[in-house]
């Protein structure tokens, strides 16, 4: 019953938030809430920086000027539409300049937790069913390493597998952050989808990684990892990998419903010679089990041949079976770490891989973070230095693959890594530099 002049008059005094979230309350509340005199005069004091009085006043001058005609000529809620873009822009912005400070070991950005940290971002899972029915699955447990993040979600409530068609991962952000407090759960966010996946017979058309006594592992191109209980058929958990270089772009500058493309890299004049082939390439390998770090190697000065061209891939060589002053040991036995609310497991011969291939300028030109897993090989080992089992593990995506080659030594308990190789997709070599391989 109270008049609209008055609510105006009250709705003057909420900040942008505050009018979002009063804009949800009913019909009438939302046409209040859109007025363009309320958000033309938050729009109007976002103009100027603070520390700069004289701006600030010629600023101020020039909008007001432009008032009145902006109040009449717009529909409601431009002046709302206009204040959101400028504080989204202003906000990526921010975030996006803080992954430019690049570490020298890894040539990836070194400040990504403080820029998560000041986005406010966080990860949920969208689980869709046959009826159109969403599942949301909020409060991840979060894994840091150099390279990547592994985000965990488990609960009690999980729909039925037989009934999901569709699982899309998200990026949430606060539609408009404020430093000086925690960001609120219940706020209007944004949100930047990541990736889709199809769960249509998921156990028949996903790869399995691996199984311990109480779930059986099955990964999904890219880098999500969804366990299974054995007894009933349903999902423990879900665990997603993501690389640093993709993980803010992925997870912010995407829409709701579009992934994120990122733009096409401008390659320099005088390395577009195929017969000179790649050079001067750079390797961060990080492998782990989710808690436990495995391996974490730099390999600098890569190089291939035109020689190794060969079946649409470029071959890059790591680690080589004859040099053994190069094989690699791993620290403890592999295995990916699971939790859920009352279990914990471990699933041995899988792992996480990060992998960071860097270019001669020090761009990132392949980053992964997906679970692997191992196989024994029927070969034996016919390294005189070595006498044990080999074990095999490949990984493929759209940009190349990788193979490697593990020993065990049974006397020690450990694994070495004796051959390592990267075969590059020449595709993407080609849209990489412009030329043809």
């Known amino acids: 019953s109270m008049p609209s002049e008055m609510l105006l008059k009250i709705f003057s005094y909420l900040d942008a938030v505050s009018l979002l979230s009063v804009g949800c309350v009913n019909k009438r509340f939302y046409e209040l809430a859109n007025d363009n005199g309320i958000w033309l005069k938050l729009y109007s004091s976002s103009l100027h920086p603070k520390w700069t009085i004289w701006k600030m006043k010629s600023k101020q001058t020039e909008t007001v000027s432009l008032g009145c005609a902006a109040l009449h000529d717009k529909k409601p809620g431009y002046w709302k539409k206009e204040y959101i873009c400028k504080q989204t822009s202003a906000f990526k912005t921010r975030v996006m300049r803080l992954v430019k400070f690049l570490d020298p070991y890894t040539g990836l950005p070194c400040k990504n937790k403080e820029a998560m940290r000041v986005s406010g971002l966080s990860w949920i899972i969208v689980l869709k069913d046959k009826n159109g029915k969403e599942h949301v699955v909020e409060k991840p447990n979060l894994s840091f390493k150099d390279t990547s993040v592994t985000v965990l979600w488990y609960g009690t409530d999980w729909p039925c597998l037989d009934i999901l068609s569709t699982l899309k991962l998200f990026g949430v952000t606060p539609l408009l952050p404020d430093q000086s ?257």
């Not at 990892?225 to 997603?240: D, H, R, T, Y």
């Not at 401008?266 to 391996?295: A, F, I, Q, V």
């Not at 071959?315 to 592999?334: A, E, S, W, Y």
């Not at 761009?363 to 973070?369: A, E, Q, R, T, V």
Request: hydrophobic letters at 35%.
């Open 181 to 437: 407090r925690p960001p609120n759960k219940n706020g209007p966010r944004r949100f930047s989808l990541i990736a889709e996946y199809h769960l249509a017979n998921l156990t028949e058309s996903s790869v399995a990684v691996g199984a311990d006594e109480l779930v059986q592992l099955f990964s999904l191109s890219p880098g999500l990892l969804i366990g299974i209980w054995k007894e009933k058929n349903e999902i423990a958990f879900v665990m997603a990998n993501l690389h640093y270089n993709q993980l803010l772009e992925r997870s912010i500058l995407g829409s709701p419903t579009v992934q994120y493309a990122p733009p096409p890299n401008k390659p320099l004049l005088d390395d577009t010679d195929s017969e000179y082939g790649l050079h001067d390439y750079s390797l961060h390998l990080d492998l782990h089990g989710r808690n436990c770090m495995y391996l974490c190697g730099s390999f600098k000065c890569l190089f291939c041949r035109k020689r190794d061209i060969e079946n649409g891939y470029l071959r890059l060589r790591v680690v080589n079976l004859k040099d053994n002053r190069k094989h690699l040991p791993i620290i403890g036995t592999l295995g990916i770490c699971w939790e859920t609310d009352g279990f914990k497991g471990n699933v041995k011969d899988c792992f996480v891989m990060d992998l960071t291939l860097l270019d001669e300028t020090g761009k990132p030109f392949w980053c992964s973070s997906a679970p692997v897993h191992m196989e024994l090989s029927t070969k034996s080992s016919g390294l005189y230095d070595y006498m044990g089992h080999i074990y095999t593990a490949d990984y493929a995506d759209s940009e190349g693959k990788v193979s490697i080659e593990f020993v065990w030594l049974e006397e020690t308990k450990e694994y070495i890594i004796v051959s390592l190789v990267l075969y590059v997709s020449t595709k993407k070599v080609n849209s990489w530099y412009g030329t043809n391989y």
